[in-house]
């Protein structure tokens, strides 16, 4: 992948409970033309996740997650040019998704479980190393940090190495906007991009339609695309290689114009 651009990682959720658009994918028809759609809008990538990850949310099995999404993979891998990224915690959705036509490893338990490196490091994917304070049922429970810039550039520091040491060369950051963090929290990951950047890797950041940005607007999960643009705007503007988006249209313009402001 070339991060001379901020590259638009499109949102494909084949869930019935995501927190924005849970339920108006979840068939193979309706997924499919989706990403179609999020692909002649701009998007770089598209990354499918088949179990959601909002706050409170519950595990799915390996086998109804697979049901989910190898049958988008399998199709689509056939039919757009741009790369699929598998959004999973699970090593065995992770080989079955890549050995389908995902070429990238999305894991928001940041591959802490040493057979998720395996799989990684045995196909030789791109993996996306995430910081989650907990799991989605608990994140948002206890969300107490010394030093959140620091805590969560240690963790993905060290899984970076681990992710190293077992053979994996290509690595992506993502500091895990919403994932056992509070408002004031998001707000400073955000704003201290390059901190994580010294870190040698790319980042990637998922602020799209989250719980912060309704906070924060008093808004519905419906009603924060502006508040999306702004984050999506400051990101880039904050050095970020890749932003993970719903509204692919919508960001893919304002990250042109925010590159052409930073780049000036």
Do not use: W
């Not at 339920?23 to 990403?35: L, P, Q, V």
């Not at 940090?145 to 040491?165: C, G, M, P, S």
């Not at 994932?179 to 704003?191: D, Y």
């Not at 990637?204 to 502006?226: A, C, M, P």
């Amino acid at each position: 992948m070339n991060f001379n651009s901020t590259l638009i990682m499109g949102i494909l959720n084949v869930t019935p409970d995501s927190f924005s658009d849970g339920g108006k994918f979840n068939n193979i028809e309706a997924a499919i033309k989706h990403a179609k759609k999020m692909v002649e809008e701009g998007a770089d990538i598209i990354d499918v996740g088949g179990e959601s990850t909002r706050p409170g949310s519950e595990p799915v099995s390996v086998e109804e997650e697979l049901s989910r999404v190898l049958p988008v993979i399998k199709q689509l891998s056939q039919e757009i040019n741009v790369p699929i990224s598998i959004d999973t915690m699970k090593p065995e959705v992770a080989e079955e998704c890549i050995k389908a036509g995902a070429k990238i490893l999305n894991d928001v338990t940041g591959l802490q479980n040493p057979e998720m490196l395996k799989v990684a490091a045995k196909y030789n994917v791109p993996v996306i190393i995430m910081h989650m304070n907990g799991m989605p049922k608990t994140m948002q429970a206890n969300v107490e940090y010394q030093n959140v810039i620091e805590e969560v550039k240690q963790f993905l520091k060290t899984q970076a190495e681990k992710a190293k040491d077992a053979g994996i060369t290509q690595i992506i950051l993502d500091p895990g906007i919403g994932f056992g963090k509070n408002v004031e929290h998001n707000l400073q990951i955000i704003k201290n991009i390059q901190s994580f950047k010294e870190l040698g890797y790319p980042v990637l950041i998922g602020l799209s339609r989250k719980s912060f940005i309704g906070k924060i607007l008093d808004t519905e999960v419906n009603e924060r695309l502006e508040g999306t643009l702004a984050g999506v705007t400051a990101s880039v503007l904050n050095g970020a290689n890749i932003v993970r988006v719903h509204d692919v249209k919508e960001c893919k313009r304002a990250v042109e114009v925010a590159k052409m402001i930073r780049d000036a």
